[in-house]
Nanobody
Framework: QVQLVESGGGLVQAGGSLRLSCAAS????????MGWFRQAPGKGREFVAS????????NYADSVKGRFTISRDNAKNMVYLQMNSLKPDDTAVYYC???????????WGQGTQVTVSS
């Protein structure tokens, strides 16, 4: 089993940046693809970004391409999401996930709130 804990969420103005972190424990995540999903109020959970086990391949939702960057540090069992040029539409609870490429969904964190004010 893999336990995932997100951090780094908060309130930011439009145009600002945030960096989310996901700390994994229980087993090494190097064999898993990792990803970020988000859920806005009243909406379903949607894919944001994913990264392959060794970090060679990445995949992004069209809505965040060019603004968000996913990365990982397998030595530290960590995954990150750098979010730049944030928009109010990015407001959501962001979840870290681990599993199979390209849409990891076997393991989930509890989520971290990101709020972007206009």
């Amino acid at each position: 089993q893999v336990q995932l804990v997100e951090s780094g969420g908060g309130l930011v103005q439009a145009g600002g940046s945030l960096r989310l972190s996901c700390a994994a424990s229980g087993r090494t995540i190097s064999t898993y693809a990792m990803g970020w999903f988000r859920q806005a109020p009243g909406k379903g959970r949607e894919f944001v970004a994913s990264i392959s086990g060794r970090g060679i391949s990445t995949n992004y939702a069209d809505s965040v391409k060019g603004r968000f960057t996913i990365s990982r540090d397998n030595a530290k069992n960590m995954v990150y999401l750098q979010m730049n040029s944030l928009k109010p539409d990015d407001t959501a609870v962001y979840y870290c996930a681990g599993g199979s490429w390209p849409r990891p969904s076997d393991y989930w964190g509890q989520g971290t709130q990101v709020t972007v004010s206009s």
